[in-house]
């Protein structure tokens, strides 16, 4: 697959004005072409045609997450995700379902701190079924001020059930010891107090700020027409009036910005009588558009991303202290984080933590062997490919890419990035991030003894 930039515009019919369209990849070797419309008002239409598969998946993604929310909104942008299933000026929320279910399709949706998706799978027949009933959840939500109380009960109960899995609610706890209380350190579905304190017309609202179509990309993969994806989509907007509203307007750009992380050294404990202790061991990492994201990428599969990886042997496979251990990367606009879990009984804390620390200072110094890199390029090509074998993968490449980048990586070029990481690459980004002092985050019943080791893990 490769770039090949080519503009082309469609006759103008009735008066209606044209949508700007570009393939901006050549499909080959039985990868699919991906084209982008732009339509007025700034709504961006992508989408990857693939002709040999019986499905596609269609999504719209919103240019809006928990760090768009001041500290009263927080929870506002996944409230809104639950409520624009909740019924619409042509569909209840039954008609929505029921739309989808009859076709045996899927339709779902997530918040993540810097976006939001909305989609649905479909047999590529029920294409046209699946365009019109998410484009009318997104341009004709009504935000019914029953179905804001009612859905309020099912996020607390939602929240209720992230607090009783410690194994979710330390990475909350996580993102708070190094953000502290600003919107990306804030967790995505609020607090039982902030959900509490919503009402429906701040949420109106904030529906009206953030879902004009100028913040929006569609984005559909699976065997589909492109052309024919533009104009149902067109239409569908048009039906709501969407597009008028903001003929003018261009569309938003990604996320840009300098954002600084707390220093190292810092250690949260929530007491929870659970059975294990859950740690998180971390670091600042690398932003989405830092070109060291590839080789942070590899150092980690090397270090805590599969069976083979440095944790995984030295703390389960050779001394059973854990049964899940892993290390991972988060990339944000403006900055990244770098962490190292694992889940253990109390008394083993302190011998997880030191080998978590040792490891990670020995990386910071070393760097990895050939063999282990070898090995983590492999693994990481290989689960890139793997994780882009179903439309709804392909989709979300789309979207997030559009969104987040503002354009699109080949698989091939996505290939050559890891594969281009060197052992001196990652002594690099190692010295870097791992060499930094890094903090931690912790749940679980421990004694103060136990408690103590977690202050010495971060010295």
């Known amino acids: ?134 484009c009318d959840m997104l341009t004709g939500s009504v935000i019914d001020p029953a179905e804001v109380e009612a859905e309020r009960g099912v996020i607390l109960e939602e929240i209720a059930m992230t607090e009783d899995d410690p194994g979710d609610c330390v990475h909350d706890l996580f993102a708070h010891t190094m953000l502290g209380d600003s919107p990306l350190g804030r967790p995505v579905l609020g607090t039982v107090d902030t959900v509490n304190a919503l009402t429906r017309d701040r949420l109106a609202r904030f529906y009206r700020k953030h879902y004009d179509p100028a913040h929006l990309v569609v984005a559909a993969a699976g065997n589909l027409d492109h052309a024919g994806v533009v104009h149902q989509v067109q239409a569908a907007f048009d039906r709501a009036g969407a597009l008028a509203r903001t003929a003018d307007a261009a569309p938003v750009g990604p996320r840009g910005g300098s954002r600084a992380i707390r220093g190292g050294g810092r250690v949260d404990l929530l007491e929870r009588g659970t059975e294990q202790a859950h740690l998180i061991l971390g670091l600042p990492g690398v932003s989405r558009n830092d070109e060291r994201r590839w080789a942070l990428g590899v150092l980690s599969a090397a270090l805590g991303g599969g069976m083979s990886s440095r944790l995984f042997q030295e703390i389960r496979e050779k001394r059973g202290l854990a049964y899940s251990t892993y290390s991972y990367t988060s990339g944000f606009a403006d900055c990244g984080l770098f962490g190292v879990y694992a889940g253990c009984r109390p008394s083993q804390v302190p011998d997880v933590l030191k080998i978590c620390r040792e490891e990670l200072d020995r990386v910071a110094r070393h760097g990895l062997t050939d063999d282990e890199v070898h090995r983590a390029v492999g693994q990481l090509s290989g689960s890139t490919v793997l994780g882009l074998e179903d439309t709804g993968a392909l989709m979300h490449r789309l979207g997030k890419g559009e969104l987040c980048w503002g354009e699109q990586m080949s698989v091939d070029d996505m290939l050559a990035r890891i594969s281009a990481v060197t052992p001196d690459t990652i002594r690099e980004v190692a010295r870097d991030v791992l060499g930094a002092r890094p903090s931690l985050s912790a749940i679980g019943p421990l004694t103060d003894r136990q408690a103590a080791h977690l202050h010495e893990a971060v010295a």
């Open 1 to 134: 697959m490769t770039r090949t930039p080519r503009t082309t515009a469609r006759p103008s019919t009735g008066g209606r004005a044209v949508a700007r369209t570009s393939t901006l990849l050549k499909g080959e070797n039985g990868t699919g072409t991906v084209r982008k419309s732009i339509l007025p008002g700034g709504l961006r239409v992508l989408t990857e045609t693939l002709p040999a598969v019986r499905s596609a998946t269609f999504g719209i993604w919103a240019h809006v997450g928990s760090r768009d929310e001041t500290p009263a909104l927080n929870g506002a942008t996944h409230y809104l995700e639950h409520l624009l299933f909740k019924g619409t000026e042509r569909r209840s929320a039954l008609d929505i379902s029921a739309a989808l279910d009859a076709v045996g399709g899927e339709m779902n949706a997530f918040t993540a701190k810097e976006f939001t998706c909305y989609y649905a799978r479909v047999l590529d027949t029920d294409l046209p079924l699946a365009i019109d009933v998410v």
